[in-house]
């Protein structure tokens, strides 16, 4: 007997600023970040993206990624990707990019990557803010 429907597994996910094709179809990420550093906040933020690669299923899937606020609770930003495999041999990757989000705290962020409504994988995006350092010749307040 041949399945016919298998949920796929997550191979990998990772945050990045930009994904990008070389001339033989190969994909680069630039920007893997770790966390996310700004001066201060609100904060936007032009793109984001998610780079994630499924395997070892078959079937028609709809894949759903969410950028989840340090409440646990908001969801700052969703996208979602239908895909499809016919074999488990094989692999897809799915890039989702968020456009024009808009941070409002510093704390733990979470990315949430789903396949038809189960949950795969989360994790945390920290959201640190590291004001710029005093410039040489620029005022500074004393304390006695």
Same mark, same amino acid.
């Given at each position: 007997?041949?399945?016919?429907? *298998?949920? /796929? =597994?997550?191979?990998c996910?990772?945050?990045c600023? $930009?994904?990008?094709q %070389?001339?033989?179809?190969?994909?680069?990420?630039?920007?893997?970040?770790?966390?996310?550093?700004?001066?201060?906040?609100?904060?936007?933020?032009?793109?984001?993206?998610?780079?994630?690669?499924?395997?070892?299923?078959?079937?028609?899937?709809?894949?759903?990624?969410?950028? *989840?606020? /340090? =409440?646990?609770?908001?969801?700052?930003?969703?996208? $979602?990707?239908?895909? %499809?495999?016919?074999?488990?041999?094989?692999?897809?990757?799915?890039?989702?990019?968020?456009?024009?989000?808009?941070?409002?705290?510093?704390?733990?962020?979470?990315?949430?990557?789903?396949?038809?409504?189960?949950?795969?994988?989360r994790?945390?995006?920290?959201?640190?803010?590291?004001? /710029?350092?005093?410039?040489?010749?620029?005022?500074?307040?004393?304390?006695?």
């Amino acid at each position: 007997m041949n399945p016919t429907r *298998i949920l /796929p =597994d997550l191979q990998c996910s990772l945050v990045c600023e $930009e994904v990008r094709q %070389e001339a033989n179809g190969n994909l680069f990420l630039i920007g893997v970040l770790n966390f996310i550093r700004v001066p201060q906040l609100p904060v936007g933020i032009a793109r984001l993206c998610i780079f994630d690669r499924w395997t070892a299923g078959i079937g028609q899937f709809k894949e759903s990624v969410r950028l *989840i606020a /340090p =409440d646990q609770m908001t969801v700052v930003s969703k996208a $979602e990707l239908k895909f %499809e495999l016919r074999d488990p041999t094989h692999s897809t990757t799915g890039v989702m990019v968020f456009g024009n989000i808009k941070l409002e705290t510093a704390g733990t962020y979470y990315i949430e990557v789903l396949v038809d409504d189960v949950m795969k994988l989360r994790y945390p995006l920290p959201v640190i803010v590291t004001p /710029p350092p005093a410039q040489p010749g620029a005022p500074t307040t004393a304390t006695a």
